[in-house]
Nanobody
Framework: VQLQASGGGLVQIGGSLKLSCAASGLTGSTMHTMSWFRQAPGKEREFVAAIRRIGGGIKYADSVRGRFTISRDNGKNTVYLQMNNLEPDDTAVYHC??????????????????WGQGTLVTVSS
């Protein structure tokens, strides 16, 4: 299983970026929920957003709700994170992850089996 994240970069405050995460090796029977986490320097990895493969369930961290949008293309086994109105506190390495954990636990990073390598997002003033 591989999760390949891309799309990070340097952006000014208020700008936008769109991250992508392409999954390979995850078949339809095993791919349930895909999520984004982020880790800022000196901080723990934190939940950002999650999306179910089937049913359209979506969950956001309070800090990004209204600014970020998670979506997925099951045919391409790809999940996206559209980030708008970026703030300095959004600066972090963003990781995609996949899990079969129950929906109520999707924000718990310890429940994830598969992780991508991360893509760096830097928001500057």
């Amino acid at each position: 299983v591989q999760l390949q994240a891309s799309g990070g970069g340097l952006v000014q405050i208020g700008g936008s970026l769109k991250l992508s995460c392409a999954a390979s090796g995850l078949t339809g029977s095993t791919m349930h929920t895909m999520s984004w986490f982020r880790q800022a320097p000196g901080k723990e990895r934190e939940f950002v957003a999650a999306i179910r493969r089937i049913g359209g369930g979506i969950k956001y961290a309070d800090s990004v709700r209204g600014r970020f949008t998670i979506s997925r293309d099951n045919g391409k086994n790809t999940v996206y994170l559209q980030m708008n109105n970026l703030e300095p506190d959004d600066t972090a390495v963003y990781h995609c992850a996949a899990t079969r954990v129950v929906w109520s636990a999707v924000s718990d990073r310890s429940q994830y089996t598969y992780w991508g390598q991360g893509t760096l997002v830097t928001v500057s003033s």
